[in-house]
Structure formats: C-alpha cells, structure tokens
C-alpha cells in the first residue's frame, strides 16, 4: 500500500498530539483529547475540523449544467448560481456511486466536494460518462485544503476573528471570500447537524487561517467526533448508511433524488423501485437496555434476522444507545419491538425515527 | 507515555491484577490500555458469584469507537463487581489502576506465577 499522504495541517495534528491514523489513504486525526469533549464542544460552542482529505472536482464547459444534471441525482439547472445542493451520483442500478456537494458556481461550472475514500473512483466515473457533453473534467483535489467550522459560535467567531459578517449566507449557500489576504471559496454547509462553515482553499490560506482560529481558542476536532456528530443529526455515511449495494430510496434519502427530472444515471431503476415498492429501508432504533449497537450487528425479531446496524452508538448528547438500521420493510414501522445482538447478548429495542436530536441550522 | 504500577501484575492482553490477600485480587485494565481505547463510556461486567476461567472473556469495556473484550487473567469466582464504573465509566480513563472492574477469589494462586511482572509487561506496551 502506498504511503499515506499528509495534509497541509499534519504537523499541527501531531505537535496537539492527536491520534492519527489512516484514513482513506490520509493521515488524520481521529481525536485530540477526547471524543465527548470535541463533540461537546461542537454542539455548545464551536469546533474545527481538517477535511483536507475531500475530493474536489471542477467541471467546466457549455454543457456544465445538462451535464451534472446527467450524472447527479439531485437537480443543479434550475437553482441559482452560488446554491450549494447535496445529493448522490448513482449507478444504472441505482444504488450508489458516492453523495457529494455540488457547487453551482455559474452556468458553465460547478464545483464537486466527494467523500476522500472515493475521490478516484468518482472522478474515473465522471470521466466516463462525460459522453457527448461539452466538458472538461478535472480532480483538483491536491490543489485544494478545507477546513468546516462547525457549531452555534461559528458565525460570531468568523466575525470575531477575521472580520467576516457572514450573517447574509444562507444555508447551502456560498460566495468567494478574502479572510487574512486569501481568496477562499466559502460556504454555509456542513456534517454536523450544527450552523457552521466549510471553507476551501490553497495549502497557505488553510494554514494561516487554521491558526487563526486556534490562536482564538477554536477546539480542534478529529474525525471520531465528527462521526458521533453527523450520525447523530442522521446525516448518512458512505459505506454505512449508503454504498454500492443500496439505492438513495432504501437510505430514506428521497427527498434528495429529483425522480421528477426526465433523466438522470439510475433513474429508471429508481423507478422501478418506486414502483414495486422496497424490501429495506434505513430507519432509527432505540435500545431500551444499556448496550452498545455497532455496525453490522445483527438485528432480530424472534428467531429472524430482519437487519443490521449501519451506525450506532451511546450518544453523547442524548446519553442513550440509539442507532441507524437497515430493516425489512415490514418491520420497519416506528414502535417496532426488536432486539439487537450484542457481544452474544439479545437487546431489546424498538424502531423510531432517525430525528434523534433537532438540528441547529440556520436557515 | 502509558504507565504500569508497582504492585501489580499483567496480562499481554493489558489487563491488571492486584493481589489484595492470599486468595483474593482485583482486576483492571492497564493505562496502556485506556489510552489505546480512548474514552470508555460503557462497561459490560459480569454477574458476582460467576466462575472465572483464566483467559476466557470476562466481560468488555466500550469505548466511544469500539468494544473491547476483557479476558479473565486468573480463573476463579467474582465476589464483587465495581458498581462506581455504571455511573462513571470514564474513572477507568482518569485513574486505570484503582479502578478496578471485579475483584476475584483464586481457584488457584499459582496462576499467578503465570502472569508479567512490571518490568516485564512495560517492555510490550512501550
């Protein structure tokens, strides 16, 4: 395996001494101090967090437009340019290549934000389907460092620290920004459930705003954190609650699939799945003893297996053991009595939605 | 820098034991350990009065990110289990050598013999 690259803020992870480790071919910092600190911090305050690893790819030409609109479920002509929209590339079978934000810069270009474990196979997909489509294509993932700025606090401190009024962003909105001197892409998304900002720039820029931030006492966040965050706002992951073997329909992600556009990759499977109606879907479970629910244990009702857990855990903010689980439909109705196994132990539960706390944007 | 404690005993798989008289002790996981797990949030003990083998799973201590078994470093009957560790699992974080998950009356003290003294045991969890 090919040695894990290093993102512009490494020597920093390692100087606070974060626990790095590997991941999706990038050293990152899982957590600093520890998990429920950062998360808290999040969800009260303010906290940051080095995305550098996200693939980012830049489409460009006549046919920018019609073109992502081939590849990309959600819809991208109709919005105005500066709107930042979440959806799924699928396969012709529907189930799904990556999720991703894209970045409706002009009508000619829009600005791809993948998960860093796919960034080359979705760019190999893009590539392909690029079809008659007056494009180009291109994966400027090195040339770009990323940071989120995620919580309640994060528009005063941009406010505080750079001078930034950033009350006028909308959510899923985004502008071009000079903060201490740089031109950074900036925007008002994140994963966390909380207001926040994610902001793109060259390796400097990143830097030097970074430190800004800690100077400012900003919390830095490793990637655990971020996981018990977004999972707690039921936000999906990639190779959880979503993959090449599910369809954005099964993930309870509809409303992120434009089914009412006249073509787009994996549409007539969608369907087709609409038609027939689903055997699974993903929906929320509660244990009603302490346990924890982990991925992939299994979930049963009496003797059957009825399905699996995408993500769990004890979470931090709600203190209770809940999770995000694949159910057969027909056991997927909110009340549902069931039972996980755990380390050789049948827990009870029950199904309830995926709202387990309110989310804090602002809109 | 993890540390071991004097006093103590160890297991390869980063469990503790403190003998407290002839025949009973009290088991632990080791600041290796904690450190490797990062915060604990859950731990899953066994009932007292239940029988202990040596190296058989003994229970599991939870991380945010994971479940970590625990093996039994002796065999023998758990008298008592550290209620203090329900309400506050994290003291396993703060203070990993005074809390303790099961104290344990010996089948069979010379099971200690078998155990990693300190020198020993800091050697494998540099």
Redesign the interface.
Known sequence: MAESKKTTLYDYHVAKGA?MEDFAGFMMP??YT???EEHKAVREKAGMFDVSHMGEVRVKGKDALAYVDHVFANEITSKDNGKVVYGMMLYENGTIVDDLLVYKVSDTECFLVVNASNTGKDYAWLVANTGNYDVTVENVSDEYSQIALQGPEAEEYMKKIFGLDLSDLAFYTFGNFSILGHEVLLSRTGYTGEDGFEIYGDHIAVLEIWNALDHAGIVPCGL?ARD?LRFEASLPLYGHEISDKITPLEAGLKMFVALDKTDFIGKKALDEQMEKGLTRRVVGLELKE???P?QGYPVYQDAEEIGYITTG??S?TLNKPIAMVMLKTEYAKKGTEVSVEI?KRMVPAFVRDKKFLQKNYKK | MSKAADGYLYTESHEWVKPLDDKTVLVGITDYAQAQLGTVVFVDLPEAGKQLKMHEELGAVESVKAASDIYSPVSGKVLEVNEDLVGEPEKINNDPYEAWLVKVELDDKSELQKLLSKADYEKISK
């Open positions: 626990k899982i957590v520890s998990i429920p655990g018990t302490m346990g924890i982990r855990y004890l931090i380390r």
